[in-house]
């Protein structure tokens, strides 16, 4: 079965930075379609960052220049470093990845808070 497990949520300061990453396991297919998404409660889930194909990425506005998104093929990971982390980062952050088929992780929780 296919899961994908993410790590490297946490506390952080206004400013900071926190770096997560998500593994696939549980298969043999390698994802080339990677995305990050969070979500507040009572809220709905938001894109934050995706990188597909080739490796072309896109982010959300309000993370643009901020956050990055990258992906190691061979460990069938993703990554998203986030910098200047403000209190408005602050959300529960999911990874998914696409072949012919969508899986999320189980999800993460950044706070942002002094």
């Known amino acids: 079965q296919v899961q994908l497990v993410e790590s490297g949520g946490g506390l952080v300061q206004p400013g900071g930075s926190l770096r997560l990453s998500c593994v696939a396991s549980?298969?043999?297919?390698?994802?080339?379609?990677w995305g990050w998404y969070r979500q507040v409660p009572g809220q709905e889930r938001e894109l934050v960052a995706r990188?597909?194909?080739?490796?072309?990425?896109d982010y959300a506005e309000s993370v643009k220049g901020r956050f990055t998104i990258s992906r190691d093929l061979l460990k069938n990971t993703v990554y998203l470093q986030m910098n200047s982390l403000k209190v408005e980062d602050t959300a529960v952050y999911y990874c998914t990845a696409a072949a012919g088929y969508r899986v999320w992780g189980q999800g993460t929780q950044v706070t942002v808070s002094s």
């Open positions: 549980g298969t043999t297919v390698t994802f080339y379609h």
């Open positions: 990188i597909v194909g080739g490796g072309q990425t």
